[in-house]
Structure formats: C-alpha cells, structure tokens
C-alpha cells in the first residue's frame, strides 16, 4: 500500500504528554509519524515523557524512541518554542525547573495564553491523584498491573490487524467500565478544576491518565491531552484559538486510504 506524502498539518500550539519514552508499549512510531507532519509555534511537553520508572527496572531504547527525542530537540532549533512540564514518571527532571537545555525550557507549570485571550494552566496533574500522592508503593504496583494489561492489548491487536480490524485500546475499555476507574477519573477531573479556580484563568491543560478530553467543569475549561501509549492523541489549538483532540491513529488509517484533502474532515473535535 503506497503512503502518501502530505503537507505538514499546521497549528498554533500543539500539547501532548504520557508518551512514556523507555516502555515497551509507548507508540513511538506513531508519534514519530505525527511529530514529522505536523508544525507548530508552541510545542508543550507535558508530563511522562521519558518513563525513568520504568527504565529503573529494566532498559529499553529502541532507536524510534531516540528518534522522538531527535525530533523534538529538531523543532526546537528550528524555531518551535519547546516547553517541558515534567511529570511523576520523569519527575528527576523536575530537578532542572527554571532551566533551558537545547532550547526546550522545562518548567514546573506554565500559563498559555491561546489566539483568543484565554489563558491556560498547564500541569501534568499527578498532584491530583490521590494514589500517587499518598502511596508510591501503590502507585508503582498498579503500574506494573497496567503494564500487563498492555502487554495483552499489544497481543490482541496483533490477532486484530492480522483478521483485518483497526487498533482498538483494551486499556482504556476497561477504565471507561471499570465503576472505580470512572469515579476516579471523575474526582481527577474535578480536582483539577477546583485548583484552576484558584489560579485566575480560563482553564487547564493536563495529562497523567491517559484520557483525552475536552470539558467544562464547574465554567472550567478542562482538557486532558491523552497518551501515546493506548489512544496516540495531542490536542492541537488552531491559529484562531479553537482547541480540538487529535487521534492520531485514525489520521494514519485516512494517510493509507484517502487523498490527502479528505484528511482533515475526519480529524475528531471536541
């Protein structure tokens, strides 16, 4: 099947995060592919990156993960303003806050200010979950759980393409069924809110558990960025300020399928 050549996909600002660099199920080439078409001013990195818990345990860097950090650093020196909000995964760059390497400026939150006047919080959001926070250990050992259940997911979607069926996430079927998984993601979501309130402005951008959505809570604009470990998603603010949820993987099916015009209509918005 011949892929088309596209003309990057341009945007004002683009936000993605948990992408997990250093974990066998991180979608790297995935996000490769949309990193090499897509342009942005404003490039925010937004928590979990690099999975340093992970990579304590056992390495793994494979040459598409270096290739993503090559990227990145690539769009930087081109002009793309590159911020880094570590998150709990990569949380040793916390260390480096306030600082400017190759210039990526890492920074412990940030204020967006979008095409239309609305200011953003941007937070990876770990500070929230009531898990990581009070229990490591915890943390740790339903993360390892996760892992699993990944590795299972990587195995179902093998049997899936080979029967001719698209990418489909175990993992994030089970959090919407899940009774616990939702209420959890419901007390995150109002967590988050409740701290914007209290920062003056119009909403927040984060991330940490890996479900992408656009919403108002309590007149809150709240948007979770996603992950690229089960949904391969960013939210992207257009050059007039809108914000929309890109699903990258539905954007690679349309790569294989359609011509390039018909691409943009079948990106999901929010």
Same mark, same amino acid.
């Given at each position: 099947?011949?892929?088309?050549?596209?003309?990057?996909?341009?945007?004002?600002?683009?936000?993605?995060?948990?992408?997990?660099?250093?974990?066998?199920?991180?979608?790297?080439?995935?996000?490769?592919?949309?990193?090499?078409?897509? @342009?942005? $001013?404003?490039?925010?990195?937004?928590?979990?990156?690099?999975?340093?818990?992970?990579?304590?345990?056992?390495?793994?860097?494979?040459?598409?993960?270096?290739?993503?950090?090559?990227?990145?650093?690539?769009?930087?020196?081109?002009?793309?303003?590159?911020?880094?909000?570590?998150?709990?995964?990569?949380?040793?760059?916390?260390?480096?806050?306030?600082?400017?390497?190759?210039?990526?400026?890492?920074?412990?939150?940030?204020?967006?200010?979008?095409?239309?006047?609305?200011?953003?919080?941007?937070?990876?959001?770990?500070?929230?979950?009531?898990?990581?926070?009070?229990?490591?250990?915890?943390?740790?050992?339903?993360?390892?759980?996760?892992?699993?259940?990944? +590795?299972?997911?990587?195995?179902?979607?093998?049997?899936?393409? %080979?029967?001719?069926?698209?990418?489909?996430?175990?993992?994030?079927?089970? *959090?919407?069924?899940?009774?616990?998984?939702? %209420?959890?993601?419901?007390?995150? @979501? $109002?967590?988050?809110?409740? @701290?914007?309130?209290?920062?003056?402005?119009?909403?927040?951008?984060?991330?940490?558990?890996?479900?992408? @959505?656009?919403?108002?809570?309590? %007149?809150?604009?709240?948007?979770?960025?996603?992950?690229?470990?089960?949904?391969?998603?960013?939210?992207?603010? *257009?050059?007039?300020?809108?914000?929309?949820?890109? +699903?990258?993987?539905?954007?690679?099916?349309?790569?294989?399928?359609?011509?390039?015009?018909?691409?943009?209509?079948?990106?999901?918005?929010?």
């Amino acid at each position: 099947m011949t892929v088309l050549q596209l003309t990057p996909l341009c945007y004002r600002s683009i936000f993605i995060s948990d992408v997990h660099l250093g974990f066998r199920g991180c979608r790297a080439d995935c996000l490769l592919d949309f990193l090499h078409n897509t @342009e942005s $001013e404003y490039l925010y990195l937004i928590g979990d990156i690099i999975d340093v818990w992970e990579m304590r345990n056992r390495l793994f860097w494979p040459q598409a993960h270096n290739n993503v950090i090559r990227t990145i650093l690539g769009k930087a020196k081109r002009g793309t303003q590159v911020v880094y909000i570590p998150g709990n995964h990569d949380e040793v760059f916390r260390d480096y806050v306030d600082m400017d390497f190759g210039n990526v400026a890492i920074r412990r939150d940030a204020i967006h200010v979008t095409a239309a006047g609305k200011r953003l919080l941007l937070l990876h959001g770990d500070e929230f979950d009531r898990v990581v926070q009070c229990s490591r250990l915890l943390a740790m050992l339903g993360n390892r759980a996760y892992d699993w259940l990944l +590795y299972f997911n990587r195995w179902l979607n093998v049997f899936r393409r %080979k029967l001719g069926f698209p990418y489909w996430s175990l993992a994030a079927y089970m *959090k919407h069924k899940v009774k616990n998984a939702t %209420k959890f993601i419901s007390d995150y @979501e $109002e967590a988050v809110a409740r @701290e914007t309130l209290k920062r003056n402005v119009h909403g927040v951008v984060c991330g940490h558990i890996h479900r992408a @959505e656009i919403a108002l809570h309590d %007149k809150v604009l709240y948007c979770n960025d996603g992950d690229w470990v089960e949904s391969c998603t960013a939210l992207v603010e *257009k050059h007039d300020g809108n914000l929309e949820i890109l +699903y990258w993987t539905d954007q690679q099916l349309m790569v294989n399928r359609e011509p390039a015009e018909q691409m943009q209509s079948d990106v999901s918005a929010v």
